[in-house]
Structure formats: structure tokens, C-alpha cells
């Protein structure tokens, strides 16, 4: 499909567009931080399962990053001038069929979905016939307003619990995604803002699952409990519960496995991880999906088997840094009707932001 595209020259600048949104997230960012480091006591739940047979690679882990282009100013400066143009082309063309197709197809392969795509692009249209608007700015705004309303509803903020108990956030996506990094990331957040975190390492599949959890457990003072390789991760879920009450702890984030034998069997094992968890800790207050992306429509099948399995309640879009595919936000949105809560920018612990569609759309559409 992608064949179609080449030599339309919106393609490029839109895909380049949406990728720019994450520069931009992250120039907004003056984020102080004080790390306040603590020692990080382990707790360790014997295994009480097999060791896991070995498994096929997943096709679906770990696909290319695509190269960066370097610094935010520089990024922002290629954006407004990409753009500028873009929108200079389609007015240029006096809108014409052509042009408005070319729209749509560039929004299409930066993987704004085609649903979100058409319906944008024909309220676009129509609002610039019914209002008469002919000019680049006026058909920006029109087009800024449209991707802010696709993305407007939802609560984004990570959910808390106001009782008793810690805050349990449970993570979940397919292996490579980026859970661990994003749990480092929450987890720095957090304690930065003088809360005492647990971290539960319910990826038990391989020993280096727990060892990275425990790494950013270390570099955050957030506290870490884990299991032995082949541990059932539901029990390490559960320690994850205990300890966090025992510490008095106000936030729990259990990180999970994202490749077994199958999808069947993550999909069960993630289901009763889910169940036990909820039980000891009196619910899960936010599931988050973390998502690649880079991975594009891809997410988005993902994404389904997930909700099916664990009902979502938001979703994290990583590497957006790298992505010329950062359209995916829309297109979750749309087809699945979860908000993205959080998008991740960079491999670095403060990279990370909160999703605000807002400085995203301006983002992709400032002048
Ligand atoms: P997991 O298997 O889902 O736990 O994924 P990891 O947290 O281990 O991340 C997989 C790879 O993606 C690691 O190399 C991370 O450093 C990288 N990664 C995660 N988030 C981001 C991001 O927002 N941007 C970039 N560029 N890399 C990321
Ligand atoms: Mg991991």
C-alpha cells in the first residue's frame, strides 16, 4: 500500500510532521527533578512454576526505529517549514480533489488511521466550502480543530485511588514495547513527587526482565519485589501487593511479560495476573497498554487482543522520538476508544510526558 504514496510529496511532510510532535512535546518540557534516592530492599518469591520452554521469535517485537533527526530547534524549524508548504500546496491547488486526496493520503501513512483520516478530512472540506475559507491558515485551523476533536474525549490523568491501599498500576503490551523502560520512567516521576513506589516484577519469563526492572529500581529509590525466572507471575504480583502495604507504599506498578508460547497463552496468563492482583489489592486503579510507536496500524490489532484480555484503561505510545508514524495516537483513539494517557520520547529517564492532544495537534500544525 505504501507504494501508492511515493512521490506525493504530503506524505513525507505530514509523516514527517506527526513524527516532529514529539520534539516539540519535549522542548515544552522544564521538568525539575530531585531524585530522592533511598535504598531499594528486595524481596524475592521462590518459584513454584517449571522453568518456560523456549519460544519462536516474536514477529511482532522490537521493529526499526527510524532515524532521528537531530535537535529539537532544528526538528521544530524542518516542521513549521514542511508544513508551510504542505498547506501552501493544497491551497495552491485551489483544493482541488487531488490535493484534499493527497491530504488524506499523507495522514494515512503516518498512520492516523483511515477512519480518523476520512472523517477529518471531510469535515475539513466541508467546513472550508460551507465558510468559504481558501487561505493556509484558515484550512490550518480547520484542520487543527478537527485533530483536537478527535482527540478530545477521555480522562487522561493516570487514575489514583482516593481510599485506603496503594495505587495499582498494572502495565501490559507485547515484548519490546517499552513497559520497562516506561515503568522506570513513571517510577521517577513518582518518587520525585515524594511518593513511595513499589515496583512488582511480574515478567518472570526471563531473569533479565527483573534485573532491568531492578536496575531503574535502584536509579529511582523505588522498591523492588521480583521472583525467580519461571516464578508464576500472578504470585509476584501478589508479594507486589503485600509489600507495598507492609512499606505503606502509595503506588504499585507491576510489570508484566509480553511474549510466551502464544498469544492464547499470554492473553490467559495476563488475564490471571489481572484477577489475582485485583483481588489482594481491591482493584487496579489504570491497566495501561504501552505501544510502539513505531509499529503503526499493527498497534492497533494489539491493542484489541489486549482489551479483550485485560480491559484496558489507557494506553502509553512509545518512541514517538523516532517514529514518522506518531499518527497512531488518533487512530487509537478512534478505533478503540481509549485515551492515550502518556508518550514516550527518548530512552532517557525523563523522557516521558503526559499526552495533551492540544500541544500535540499545535505541535503538528504550528506555523
Ligand atoms: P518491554 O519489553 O516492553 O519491557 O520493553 P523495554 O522497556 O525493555 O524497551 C525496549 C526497548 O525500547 C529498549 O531499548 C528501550 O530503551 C526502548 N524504548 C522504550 N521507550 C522508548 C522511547 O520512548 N523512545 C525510544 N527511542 N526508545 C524507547
Ligand atoms: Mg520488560
Given amino acids: ?79 513549521r517549514n514542511l508544513l508551510t508548504s504542505a498547506l501552501a500546496e493544497l491551497v495552491g491547488a485551489g483544493l482541488d480533489d487531488a490535493a484534499w486526496e493527497r491530504l488524506e493520503e499523507g495522514l494515512i501513512a503516518a498512520d492516523v488511521g483511515v477512519q480518523a483520516t476520512t472523517a477529518v478530512v471531510a469535515d475539513v472540506r466541508r467546513l472550508a466550502r460551507e465558510g468559504g475559507v481558501r487561505d ?47 515503568i522506570g520512567k513513571l517510577a521517577s516521576r513518582e518518587v520525585a513527587a515524594g511518593r513511595h513506589v513499589v515496583l512488582a516484577a511480574a515478567d518472570t519469563f526471563r531473569a533479565a526482565a527483573a534485573e532491568q526492572l531492578g536496575i531503574w529500581a535502584e536509579r529511582t529509590g523505588a522498591e523492588l519485589v521480583r521472583g525467580e525466572e519461571g516464578a508464576d507471575p500472578a504470585s509476584v504480583a501478589y508479594a507486589g501487593v503485600d509489600a507495598a502495604l507492609a512499606s505503606g507504599a502509595d503506588l504499585l506498578i507491576v510489570d508484566t511479560a509480553g511474549r510466551l508460547q502464544n498469544r492464547r497463552e499470554l492473553m490467559d496468563e495476563l ?89 500535540y495537534v499545535d505541535g503538528l500544525l504550528e506555523d
Avoid at 507504494?3 to 506527526?18: D, K, W
Avoid at 522544564?30 to 535504598?39: E, I, L, M, N, W
Wanted: hydrophobic fraction near 40%.
Fill in 1 to 79: 500500500m505504501e507504494g501508492l504514496f511515493e512521490g506525493a510529496s504530503l506524505v513525507a511532510i505530514m509523516a514527517g510532521v506527526l513524527a516532529l510532535a514529539g520534539g516539540l512535546l519535549g522542548a515544552r518540557r522544564a521538568r525539575g527533578r530531585s531524585t530522592g534516592q533511598t535504598s531499594t530492599p528486595m524481596h524475592e518469591v521462590a518459584s513454584d512454576a517449571p522453568a518456560a520452554a523456549p519460544v519462536a521469535p516474536d514477529p511482532e517485537a522490537e521493529p526499526e526505529a527510524e532515524a532521528e533527526p537531530a535537535g529539537v530547534t532544528g526538528r521544530l524549524a524542518r516542521t
Fill in 136 to 182: 493556509v491558515d484558515g484550512v490550518r485551523r480547520l484542520l487543527r480543530d478537527a485533530l483536537v476533536a478527535e482527540l478530545s474525549s477521555g480522562e487522561r490523568a493516570l487514575r489514583r485511588r482516593d481510599g485506603d491501599g496503594p495505587t495499582v498500576w498494572f502495565v501490559t503490551g507485547v515484548n519490546g514495547a517499552g513497559k520497562t523502560t516506561t
Fill in 271 to 359: 488475564g490471571k495476573v489481572g484477577r489475582v492482583l485485583a483481588k489482594r489489592a481491591g482493584g487496579i486503579d489504570e491497566t495501561l497498554l504501552v505501544l510502539d510507536g513505531t509499529v503503526g496500524q499493527n498497534g492497533i490489532a494489539q491493542a484489541e487482543a489486549f482489551h479483550d484480555a485485560v480491559e484496558i484503561s489507557g494506553v502509553a505510545i512509545t518512541k514517538l522520538d523516532g517514529s514518522s508514524r506518531g499518527g497512531v495516537v488518533v487512530a487509537v483513539q478512534r478505533q478503540l476508544g481509549i485515551p492515550v494517557k502518556l508518550v514516550g520520547l527518548g530512552e532517557g529517564i525523563e523522557d516521558l510526558e503526559d499526552f495533551d492532544p492540544v500541544t
